[in-house]
């Protein structure tokens, strides 16, 4: 059995979806094409649980009041309130939804608790006060209530799933150092990382240059060392904010604190603790950016620059101008042929009208 519970909620907006079939157009008359609704964001049920209630908005409030500027900052589109119930017991389950994968990833990091435990729900979760909060592609889920963790898988495979590259993660995540690390949280703006507490400032960052930032922490016995990669969108951008990352260091050392700064491709590295020297440097060296290119578009070359076509070109070539060849050939002989016979002594062969010239060099 797992314990879920929520923060406070606030009222939001209904949807309403109307009827193309009961609109007042004229027969015949048809409206502009528009996108395809959206799946609801929560099933009619899971397991043996039924829901009997539900309320659904936009405004980010709705499913996090207290969060709600940071949980909008990822990307956040719409949310469910419903209210489910099985063998007299109910369950309070709210749902976000957000533009990617990235975005619920992010949300649950910032949401992320530090005496929560991993629930095996989802793609991650972990548990809270009589509650639990997980996410399964672009949906983030936090629930209140007892319920059998079969149960709640049941409900993450039954939320909608988004297609093409909005399930894709952030890759900045996976270049964190290999070692043991804690509070592994994902930013993409200002409020986020300022609400969380960032050891970087806005002014540090340049979110206006298109960073997105990844901050842990690594344990070094009973000392910690906070580390954080600042991705630019490249990496000149990354070159010129370590200069300032460095400069800062250089003219603003705090005692007994540690720092170091690195860059890696479009990644800076930013280590500082209470910790040695060595240790920090040891921690930015572990951090080594490698691209990955994936192409996915068609063959952009032309037949003229394929080598292999180049190479069919040149023996169908090859082929019709040995076929003309053999042609040209029979039809001179086949003429000559015809011509002898019927113009014997005329056309061709003519013994009387030749003349040969011989050059006596012997004598």
Do not use: C
Request: aromatic letters at 8%.
């Amino acid at each position: 059995m797992v314990a879920v519970s929520a923060t406070a909620l606030s009222q939001s907006g209904s949807v309403t979806l109307v009827d193309p079939a009961k609109s007042n157009l004229p027969k015949g008359q048809t409206t502009a094409a528009k996108p395809a609704p959206q799946q609801p964001l929560l099933p009619p049920g899971f397991g043996p649980w039924q829901r009997q209630s539900e309320r659904t908005g936009k405004d980010p409030a709705g499913f996090d009041e207290t969060n709600a500027a940071a949980i909008k900052e990822y990307g956040f589109t719409d949310s469910a309130t419903a209210t489910y119930s099985a063998r007299g017991r109910t369950l309070e389950v709210r749902a976000a939804r957000f533009n990617d994968a990235g975005g619920a990833f992010g949300a649950l990091s910032f949401l992320r608790q530090p005496d929560g435990k991993t629930a095996g729900v989802g793609d991650d979760s972990f548990t809270i006060a009589n509650g639990l909060v997980f996410y399964r592609a672009n949906v983030l889920v936090e629930l209140t209530g007892t319920a059998r963790v079969d149960d709640l898988r049941l409900l993450a495979d039954a939320l909608p799933q988004p297609v093409g590259s909005a399930r894709n993660l952030p890759s900045l995540p996976t270049y964190l150092p290999k070692q043991p690390l804690q509070s592994v949280r994902y930013f993409v703006g200002p409020v986020g990382a300022t609400m969380a507490k960032l050891p970087l400032s806005a002014a540090e960052v340049r979110w206006d240059l298109g960073a997105e930032v990844v901050w842990a922490q690594r344990q070094f016995g009973a000392q910690s060392a906070d580390v954080v990669l600042v991705s630019y969108p490249t990496p000149q951008m990354a070159a010129a904010r370590l200069r300032d990352f460095n400069a800062a260091i250089a003219t603003s050392p705090v005692p007994g604190i540690a720092r170091a700064a690195r860059r890696s491709g479009p990644i800076v590295v930013w280590v500082s603790g209470a910790v040695s020297p060595a240790e920090a440097q040891s921690l930015v060296g572990s951090v080594n950016y490698d691209a990955k290119i994936t192409w996915n578009e068609p063959n952009p070359f032309s037949k003229r620059e394929n080598v292999g076509g180049l190479i069919v070109a040149a023996l169908a070539l090859a082929g019709i101008v040995l076929l003309i060849s053999l042609v040209a050939g029979v039809a001179f002989g086949g003429i000559r042929i015809l011509m002898k016979r019927l113009y014997p002594d005329k056309v061709f062969d003519r013994s009387q009208d030749v003349e040969i010239i011989r050059l006596h060099l012997t004598e």
